[in-house]
């Protein structure tokens, strides 16, 4: 079983920046790829980010290439979305997840290609 715990989310202004971090409680954290996903009032969830098990590969939804990066510590159990140049449509919960596999799959940007979730935290970009 792993558990999730999303932090640093809150409210910024437009064009300001945010530093989420998701720790992870296990031992399996070193051998799972990560991803980032947000949900903003009556829409689906979204892919955001995600990262393969030793940070060597990622991928970002188009919406926020080249102002998201995601990164993560395995010593520290702990992976990272750094947010910049935030813009209002960012506004949404953000959620961690963890994969089953350590490599990220055709499908990393589905939902279903994620085994655990965190509990959100909640991003507000005003304009």
């Known amino acids: 079983q792993v558990q999730l715990v999303e932090s640093g989310g809150g409210l910024v202004q437009a064009g300001g920046s945010l530093s989420l971090s998701c720790a992870a409680s296990?031992?399996?954290?070193?051998?799972?790829?990560m991803g980032w996903f947000r949900q903003a009032p009556g829409k689906e969830r979204e892919f955001v980010a995600a990262i393969n098990w030793s940070g060597g590969r990622t991928f970002y939804a188009d919406s926020v290439k080249g102002r998201f990066t995601i990164s993560r510590d395995n010593a520290k159990n702990t992976v990272y979305l750094q947010m910049n140049s935030l813009k209002p449509e960012d506004t949404a919960v953000y959620y961690c997840?963890?994969?089953?596999?350590?490599?990220?799959?055709?499908?990393?940007?589905?939902?279903?290609?994620?085994?655990?979730w965190g509990q959100g935290t909640q991003v507000t970009v005003s304009s």
């Open positions: 997840a963890a994969s089953l596999d350590r490599y990220l799959r055709a499908s990393y940007y589905h939902t279903g290609s994620y085994a655990y």
């Open positions: 296990g031992r399996t954290f070193s051998s799972q790829a």
